[in-house]
Nanobody, 119 residues
Framework: QVQLVESGGGLVQPGGSLRLSCAVS????????MGWFRQAPGKQRELVAT???????NYADSVKGRFTVSRDNAKNTVYLQMNSLKPEDSAVYYC?????????????WGQGTQVTVSS
């Protein structure tokens, strides 16, 4: 069974920075895409950033130039460095990973971590 555990959320002032981490555990053969999504109260979950196994990245327009997604394939971990945070970045952030393991293909989500940007 594949599990994703996120960490690094919290309260930060506007203009500040946070780094989120998401570790994938289980008997995994390979992880293809990994990424971060977020959901603010009353809004739909939206893509923040994704990264392929080869390192290609994709970002939402709203975070380009401020957020950086990266991954450590040896640790099955994906990161999200968030700089110049704005109040509108406040949301629950979820990581996602898709790949294959002993139980076949998986497309799994973490439990979410709260990010609040406020003075």
């Amino acid at each position: 069974q594949v599990q994703l555990v996120e960490s690094g959320g919290g309260l930060v002032q506007p203009g500040g920075s946070l780094r989120l981490s998401c570790a994938v555990s289980g008997t995994i053969f390979s992880i293809n895409g990994m990424g971060w999504f977020r959901q603010a109260p009353g809004k739909q979950r939206e893509l923040v950033a994704t990264i392929t196994s080869g390192g290609s990245t994709n970002y939402a327009d709203s975070v380009k130039g401020r957020f950086t997604v990266s991954r450590d394939n040896a640790k099955n971990t994906v990161y999200l460095q968030m700089n110049s945070l704005k109040p509108e970045d406040s949301a629950v952030y979820y990581c996602n990973a898709a790949g294959s393991g002993t139980n076949g293909d998986f497309d799994s989500w973490g439990q979410g971590t709260q990010v609040t940007v406020s003075s």
